[in-house]
């Protein structure tokens, strides 16, 4: 319990120094909300006015204060844009990306885990070493909106139904056509973590197998699959589970692409319009909830390695 009380103090006093700095980074974008909302034709008269409606004429300690007091209370203003609370927009868009993020985690542990393990159980088969070297180098130099547009072109040449641009079903009312609509999208954000998870996993499972008690396993004349079962692949998890859980977070960064190229109507997307549009309330806000979603991940990953492994339950206990 101190162990976990521990994590959620460090958790909360992350979020306050990210809350800090995107309030920091917004105020150093050029060109304010005021400039971009009535373009060159507004007045001075006009500027003073528009930011006194929305309270930017304030001194920004001031504004810092007063955002900080309403974010703890789940109230984060109104979006400049649309002129609706930030919250609703929040509970609109914020199952789109989890759901993108949940999926591409899926597609990642179930292509990474078995070919991770058969990697790391036939080390020297080189053939197989030098695939993975070439596949990893691959997925992790293309940047994400190369991969995206490549699969968007391909799809639209083939004429697939799986490709629906800037179109979303609901995933009770509608399972299918909400998998075709996903697929794509999460595959293509899934490629760095699949690389990773395999070098993981692989380089993990090696590690395992030279460990003296595998030896020991084998004199006491457990079968090969028995061991893979039974030790290799508990104590070859939890490295995985840690890079998996930071790449789960990273995908929501990763989604701002995504989203914006398959037209899909989460946060992603809307960080960019908000962004160009300087809807400061919104934009903190997305980078705000970003940064929980990666700290409740590395607690949950926290304390599913004390499932995993029972002594670092009895040690975090200590």
Do not use: C
């Not at 990893?136 to 490549?150: M, N, R």
């Not at 030790?231 to 995985?240: C, E, G, Q, T, Y």
Request: hydrophobic share 55%; glycine share 8%.
């Amino acid at each position: 319990m101190l162990h976990l009380a521990a994590r959620l103090a460090n958790g909360v006093a992350t979020l306050f120094a990210v809350a800090i700095l995107v309030f920091v980074a917004m105020q150093m974008v050029p060109g304010g909300y005021a400039d971009i909302y009535l373009g060159p034709q507004g007045t001075l008269e006009d500027i003073q006015a528009l930011e006194a409606k929305f309270g930017l004429d304030q001194p920004l300690y001031v504004q810092l204060g007063k955002w900080l007091a309403n974010i703890a209370t789940g109230n984060f203003g109104i979006s400049l844009q649309t002129g609706r609370p930030v919250s609703e927009v929040l509970v609109e868009r914020l199952p789109v990306t989890i759901e993108l993020s949940l999926l591409a985690m899926l597609i990642a542990m179930i292509v990474a885990l078995p070919i991770g393990l058969f990697l790391g159980l036939s080390g020297s088969n080189r053939v197989a070493q030098d695939g993975l070297r070439v596949g990893s180098a691959l997925s992790v130099s293309i940047p994400d909106f190369v991969s995206a547009s490549v699969v968007v072109y391909i799809l639209s040449l083939l004429g697939s139904d799986w490709l629906s641009i800037g179109r979303h079903y609901d995933l009770f009312r509608d399972p299918l056509l909400n998998l075709k609509t996903y697929f794509f999208p999460a595959l293509t954000l899934s490629l760095f973590a699949i690389a990773i998870l395999v070098r993981t996993l692989r380089d993990s499972v090696q590690t395992v197998l030279a460990e003296p008690y595998i030896a020991a396993a084998l004199l006491r004349g457990e079968g090969r699959w028995q061991i893979v079962r039974r030790h290799v692949l508990r104590n070859s998890l939890i490295p995985a589970l840690a890079v998996a859980s930071v790449s789960f977070g990273s995908m929501f960064g990763g989604a701002v692409i995504i989203e914006t190229i398959y037209g899909l109507p989460g946060l992603g997307q809307s960080l960019v319009t908000s962004i160009e549009g300087r809807d400061y309330a919104l934009v903190q806000a997305i980078v705000f909830v970003g940064a929980a979603a990666f700290i409740v991940v590395s607690i949950v990953a926290d304390l599913l390695y004390a499932v995993i492994d029972p002594r670092l339950r009895s040690a975090a206990a200590s």
